[in-house]
Nanobody, 122 residues
């Protein structure tokens, strides 16, 4: 059974940092690209970042480029999203998702986690 479980969310002040984790089970992580998405209240879910199967390629939304870093540890079956210089507009539920390739995970992911809440507020 494919499972993705996000963790690491919480409340942080503007300018602060958080590291999200996406732990996967039920499949071999190295065979899939992984993406992070977010959904703010009243808004549609949007793409944040993605990483290729081996980790050699990454892709970011313009709104997070230079502040967020996606990485993966296939041996630990975990993908990370390091978020720095957080802004109130980063407040959202963050989800991880799988895809066969970097392009697929950005547009039509296969499986989703349940999300973790990130709140940026003073």
């Amino acid at each position: 059974q494919v499972q993705l479980v996000e963790s690491g969310g919480g409340l942080v002040q503007p300018g602060g940092s958080l590291r999200l984790s996406c732990a996967v089970s039920g499949f071999t992580l190295e065979y899939y690209a992984i993406g992070w998405f977010r959904q703010a209240p009243g808004k549609e879910r949007e793409f944040v970042a993605a990483i290729s199967r081996i980790g050699g390629s990454t892709y970011y939304a313009d709104s997070v480029k230079g502040r967020f870093t996606i990485s993966r540890d296939n041996a630990e079956n975990t993908v990370y999203l390091q978020m720095n210089t957080l802004k109130p507009e980063d407040t959202a539920v963050y989800y991880c998702a799988t895809g066969d390739t970097l392009a697929v995970v950005r547009t039509t992911p296969n499986s989703w986690g349940r999300g973790t809440q990130v709140t940026v507020s003073s």
